[in-house]
C-alpha cells in the first residue's frame, strides 16, 4: 500500500503540484546511501517475485542481466518469470536465454499470475500505456526513460495520477539516481547551505546520431505477419506503412522518439530536478535541430538546448548535443555533464568523488567545502531499490518515482514543443496543462 493517504496528493489549494514538490523531497531524503549495504536475503524479503519483461531488445537484455546479477550475486529473491515482444524472434532469443513464458501481446503478460514486476523497456510512445495497465492489473513497474513521448502529456498526467492512485511502486530508469551526490546534494540544499536557489545548468554529450549507429537492425527483410506486429509497435503514433528503419531503429524518427530531450536529459534532468526540491516548470524554451546529422531517414534533433524557468525563481539550463563528447568536461556517467546547482550564497556541484560547495561573492559565514560523496550510480542498486521498496510497501523511499518524473517529462515535453513551435511553452499548474 501508499506511504502516504490519497488525500495527501492534493494540496490545499486544488492542485498537486506541492504534492509533488514535497513527496520528491521526503523520498530523496530517506534514500541516501540506501542500497550500498547488504543485498535483501529470502528470509528477511519472504516470497519470490517474478519479473515480466515488456520489450526484448537491447536496453531490455540490459535489465535481464541485472536481474539475474541480483539474484545469483546479492541473492536478491527475484526470478525472469515472462517475456513479451511483437518482433517473435527477440522474444524467442530471451525465453531460450532465461525461460519462461513468452507473449506478443503485453496485456496478455499483465495476465500472468507469476508476474510481480513489469521492466518496461519498449519504444518511448508505449511506455505510459504499458506502465497505466500494468499499475490497474496489481503489478508493480521498472519504466524506461522517457516515461512518455513528447507528444504524450495528458497520458503522462493520466499515468503520474493512476500510479498515486494505485499505491504501485514505479521506478523510472534513470539510474543515476542511484548515485547519493544526488541525495546528499539535496539535504545540503534542503538545510539552507545555498541559500536562495537562483540558477542551475547540466546536459548530455555525445558522439553518433544514436539510431543508424545505436540500434541494430536484426533483419533487413523482415516483413510484419505472424512474428512482426507492426500495428502493434505503431500504437497511437501516426499510422504508416512499415518500414524496416523505422522499426528497428525508431529513435531517429519524432514520432517514436525525440533525440536528446527524451533520450539523454531524463539523465541530466532528473538528479537537478531532485536536488532543487521542484515540482512543476513555470515557462520553458528550446532551440537547436539536425545541426551534425541532417541526413534523411532523421527528423529527431541531434542538439538540444532548454531553459527552464521554475516559480520558485530560478532557472534551469540543460544543454546537449550528439554531435561532440566534450572530452574536456568529464561527466558523472557517460557523457553527462556535471551539474552545478546556484544559490544566493553558493554553488554545488561534483569533482571526483566529493560534492565541492563554492561561497558565492559576499556570502558571509560561509567556506568552501568538500564532502566525500557515498556511493556512486549503479543499475543494480536501482533495481534492488525498487525490489525493496515493493517489499516494504513503500512507493515514497523510491530513487525516482513518478511524482518526481511529472515535473521532469512536463519540462522536456515542453521543451520539445517549443522547439517545434518556435514559441514558449508555459504551465498552468491549477489546470495542469501546456500552454503555447
Known amino acids: 500500500m501508499s506511504s502516504q493517504p490519497k488525500s495527501a496528493f492534493r494540496s490545499a489549494d486544488g492542485t498537486r503540484r506541492q504534492f509533488l514538490k514535497t513527496a520528491s523531497a521526503v523520498s530523496a531524503a530517506a534514500m541516501t546511501g540506501a542500497f550500498a549495504g547488504p543485498a535483501v536475503g529470502a528470509e528477511e524479503a519472504g516470497d519470490r517475485l517474478g519479473v515480466?519483461?515488456?520489450?526484448?531488445?537491447?536496453?531490455?537484455?540490459?535489465?535481464?542481466?541485472?536481474?539475474?546479477?541480483?539474484?545469483?550475486?546479492?541473492?536478491?529473491?527475484?526470478?525472469?518469470?515472462?517475456?513479451?515482444?511483437?518482433?517473435?524472434?527477440r522474444l524467442d532469443r530471451a525465453v531460450k536465454a532465461y525461460g519462461g513464458a513468452g507473449y506478443t501481446d503485453y496485456r496478455d503478460l499483465l495476465r500472468d499470475k507469476n508476474v510481480d514486476i513489469v521492466c518496461i523497456a519498449t519504444p518511448d510512445h508505449h511506455h505510459a500505456r504499458q506502465t497505466i495497465d500494468a499499475v490497474k492489473a496489481g503489478k508493480d513497474v521498472y519504466c524506461e526513460k522517457p516515461v512518455t513521448h513528447w507528444r504524450q502529456f495528458d497520458l503522462l498526467k493520466q499515468m503520474v495520477h493512476t500510479v498515486a492512485d494505485s499505491g504501485r511502486c514505479v521506478q523510472a530508469g534513470t539510474q543515476g539516481m542511484s548515485d547519493a551526490a544526488w541525495h546528499q546534494m539535496h539535504d545540503l540544499v534542503a538545510k539552507g547551505l545555498i541559500g536562495r536557489l537562483?540558477?542551475?545548468?547540466?546536459?548530455?554529450?555525445?558522439?553518433?546520431?544514436?539510431?543508424?549507429?545505436?540500434?541494430?537492425?536484426?533483419?533487413?527483410?523482415?516483413?510484419?505477419?505472424?512474428?512482426?506486429?507492426?500495428?502493434?509497435?505503431?500504437?497511437?503514433?501516426?499510422?504508416?506503412?512499415?518500414?524496416?528503419s523505422r522499426f528497428f531503429r525508431w529513435r531517429l524518427y519524432e514520432e517514436y522518439a525525440g533525440g536528446p530531450s527524451t533520450d539523454l536529459f531524463p539523465h541530466s534532468l532528473?538528479?537537478?530536478?531532485?536536488?532543487?526540491?521542484?515540482?512543476?516548470?513555470?515557462?520553458?524554451?528550446?532551440?537547436?535541430?539536425?545541426?551534425?546529422?541532417?541526413?534523411?531517414?532523421?527528423?529527431?534533433?541531434?542538439?538540444?538546448?532548454?531553459?527552464?524557468?521554475?516559480?520558485?525563481?530560478?532557472?534551469?539550463?540543460?544543454?546537449?548535443?550528439?554531435?561532440?563528447?566534450?572530452?574536456?568536461?568529464p561527466g558523472r556517467g557517460a557523457g553527462g555533464r556535471i551539474p552545478t546547482i546556484r544559490g544566493w550564497e553558493g554553488s554545488l556541484t561534483v569533482q571526483g568523488k566529493e560534492i565541492?560547495?563554492?561561497?558565492?561573492?559576499?556570502?558571509?559565514?560561509?567556506?568552501?567545502?568538500?564532502?566525500?560523496?557515498?556511493?556512486?550510480?549503479?543499475?543494480?542498486?536501482?533495481?534492488?531499490?525498487?525490489?525493496e521498496c515493493i517489499r516494504k510497501g513503500r512507493p515514497g523511499d523510491l530513487n525516482s518515482p513518478m511524482s518526481l518524473q511529472y515535473g521532469v517529462q512536463t519540462a522536456m515535453i515542453m521543451g520539445m514543443l517549443s522547439l517545434k513551435e518556435g514559441k514558449t511553452a508555459r504551465f498552468d499548474a491549477k489546470k495542469e496543462a501546456i500552454l503555447l
Not at 64 to 78: D, F, G
Not at 200 to 224: I, L, T
Not at 368 to 382: K, S, V, W
Request: with cysteine; glycine share 12%.
Open 52 to 89: 515480466g519483461f515488456i520489450g526484448c531488445g537491447g536496453r531490455a537484455g540490459s535489465h535481464m542481466q541485472i536481474v539475474k546479477h541480483l539474484r545469483e550475486a546479492r541473492k536478491v529473491p527475484v526470478d525472469h518469470v515472462a517475456f513479451c515482444d511483437v518482433y517473435r524472434p
Open 270 to 329: 532528473t538528479p537537478v530536478w531532485h536536488v532543487m526540491g521542484l515540482g512543476f516548470p513555470e515557462t520553458v524554451v528550446a532551440t537547436g535541430g539536425m545541426f551534425r546529422y541532417p541526413e534523411p531517414p532523421r527528423t529527431v534533433p541531434d542538439t538540444f538546448n532548454t531553459l527552464i524557468d521554475v516559480p520558485e525563481k530560478a532557472t534551469v539550463a540543460v544543454l546537449g548535443t550528439q554531435g561532440n563528447n566534450d572530452p574536456t568536461y
Open 356 to 387: 565541492v560547495f563554492a561561497p558565492a561573492q559576499g556570502a558571509k559565514g560561509k567556506e568552501r567545502q568538500r564532502i566525500p560523496i557515498e556511493h556512486g550510480e549503479n543499475q543494480a542498486d536501482h533495481w534492488q531499490n525498487l525490489i
Open 198 to 244: 537562483i540558477h542551475a545548468d547540466c546536459g548530455y554529450f555525445r558522439v553518433g546520431d544514436w539510431g543508424e549507429r545505436g540500434m541494430h537492425v536484426d533483419d533487413p527483410n523482415a516483413k510484419p505477419g505472424k512474428d512482426l506486429d507492426w500495428e502493434a509497435f505503431l500504437g497511437d503514433s501516426p499510422t504508416c506503412d512499415f518500414d524496416v
